[in-house]
């Protein structure tokens, strides 16, 4: 998995999972940066993808927690 992946990925997720704005933009503001911090970004998505989340996207989540994990 590259880190546009990543982004790509995590975008996904968060315009599916959060409907407050500011929290939006601000976790894909996040997503942006030169230095993706994917912890972070993880850890403040949580609370919103609860009982969000299909099959695929916690795949997605596993897959993104292994890449931060290498």
Known sequence: MTVEEL???????????VSDEL???HLLDLVTRDELPLKEIL??????ALGRLSEEDRKAIGDMAFYDSR
């Open 7 to 17: 982004r790509r990925l995590l975008s996904d997720l968060i315009e599916k999972c």
């Open 23 to 25: 929290v939006k933009k």
């Open 43 to 48: 850890i403040e998505l949580t609370p919103f």
